[in-house]
């Protein structure tokens, strides 16, 4: 879908964006050789073509932040699949919602294995996992995951960066990630299923009064928040791009 992309092209809105789509062009190679059937004026055709050819070798060169500056945010589910193997789904765990709280777990999933970051453990390495991708997705990522880790570790957030909760909205699923996980009928597992952020505080405090099996189960919660991230993307993907090839 990010080859379909016209509107992240500094002055080039969606009115103009689904002008060229709706003309049968097909991506940006095909926009090159076919860009004159476009009724322009001369300095949309101008900034179009010079920000075609300025993406391609941007794409080419693996520049995902050329991306993450330029594209809405609740289009950045585009960049999805040309950045997949680079991708990482992120969600962390805190003391609580106010200003003074802090991460107590970060969660990384890669599409392959899981890895955990816990604070008073292991959580300084984090930024080094972070690192290794161009894309990360999360739920909610954008107020509440993504602050918080760069607010802990400034300049570690560099990233093309999907929040889920907006394109879900786009296509009609609304409400918290569990929510969500239940209307896609994703299930949790026994010792999960019924827990909620607040129980995941809780849980945090009980591992801090000695209880190590409350930080296994807070463990568990928050694997299943990444995985199920990806599976979430996966399942609504095809539904986002469908939405779009209405204009198309």
């Given at each position: ?39 322009l004026p001369r300095a949309k055709k101008r900034t179009l073509l010079s920000g075609v050819e300025e993406s391609i070798e ?23 699949q040309v950045f997949r193997e680079k991708t990482a789904y992120v969600d962390i765990e805190t003391t609580g919602l106010s200003a003074e709280s802090r ?146």
């Amino acid at each position: 879908m990010l080859k379909n992309t016209y509107i992240h092209i500094p002055g080039i809105g969606s009115t103009i964006e689904q002008r060229i789509w709706k003309s049968g062009i097909k991506g940006w190679e095909d926009y090159l050789k076919n860009h004159d059937i476009i009724r322009l004026p001369r300095a949309k055709k101008r900034t179009l073509l010079s920000g075609v050819e300025e993406s391609i070798e941007q794409l080419s060169a693996g520049n995902h932040l050329f991306f993450a500056t330029r594209l809405p945010a609740a289009l950045r589910w585009r960049a999805y699949q040309v950045f997949r193997e680079k991708t990482a789904y992120v969600d962390i765990e805190t003391t609580g919602l106010s200003a003074e709280s802090r991460i107590t777990l970060i969660g990384i999933y890669n599409g392959k294995d899981t890895k955990t970051f816990i604070r008073g453990i292991n959580i300084e390495e984090a930024p080094s996992e972070l690192s290794k991708y161009k894309q990360l997705i999360t739920f909610n990522g954008a107020r509440f995951d993504l602050p918080f880790i760069e607010h802990e570790f400034p300049g570690t957030v560099s990233h093309l960066h999907i929040d889920l909760l907006y394109p879900l909205k786009k296509i009609g699923y609304s409400g918290g990630l569990k929510k969500i996980e239940n209307t896609l009928g994703i299930n949790r597992s026994k010792e999960t299923a019924s827990l909620t952020g607040l129980d995941a505080v809780r849980l945090w405090r009980r591992y801090e009064h000695g209880d190590e099996s409350s930080l296994d189960l807070l463990i568990e919660y928050n694997e299943e928040d990444v995985r199920n991230l990806e599976k979430i993307m996966e399942m609504v993907y095809p539904g986002l791009i469908e939405k779009e090839m209405k204009f198309m």
